[in-house]
């Protein structure tokens, strides 16, 4: 092989990794849609569920069959909370934010995992 042909290989060796990289990455982004919503079915699943995250006993929210006053409507969440970290904060542990809070530290008692609680909030964002 030539000193010019190295180059060119190389070249194209880099092109056809970039162009992987950009098509695995449109796979994703066409499959985030249903993995969200996959994700949202299951947060829902776990915001009701009375042994894990149990969202109705305190909250009110559109699908729940008994309404509380305890802590705020579950409405509007991601106009409410466009950074998804902060409400992850507050799910996992609302006693540093507010350590009047009586909401329980879902993720630092291991109440719930941290998929769980991203389900959770996919599932909050589409309230």
Do not use: W
């Not at 000193?3 to 695995?24: C, D, F, H, M």
């Not at 149990?54 to 509007?76: F, I, R």
């Not at 350590?99 to 389900?119: C, D, S, W």
Request: charged share 20%; proline share 6%; aromatic share 4%.
């Amino acid at each position: 092989m030539t000193r010019a042909a190295k180059p060119r290989t190389a070249r194209r060796a880099a092109a056809s990794v970039i162009a992987a990289g950009l098509l695995g990455a449109g796979v994703a982004m066409l499959l985030a849609p249903a993995l969200r919503a996959q994700s949202a079915a299951s947060g829902q699943a776990l915001a009701f569920d009375r042994a894990k995250g149990n969202c109705l006993a305190c909250h009110t929210m559109k699908g729940g069959d008994v309404p509380s006053n305890v802590g705020p409507e579950l409405a509007d969440m991601k106009l409410r909370f466009p950074d998804r970290s902060t409400l992850y904060a507050i799910i996992d542990d609302e006693e540093k934010r507010n350590p009047e809070t009586v909401m329980p530290p879902f993720g630092k008692n291991l109440i719930l995992t941290r998929q769980e609680i991203n389900a959770i909030i996919d599932f909050l964002y589409t309230l």
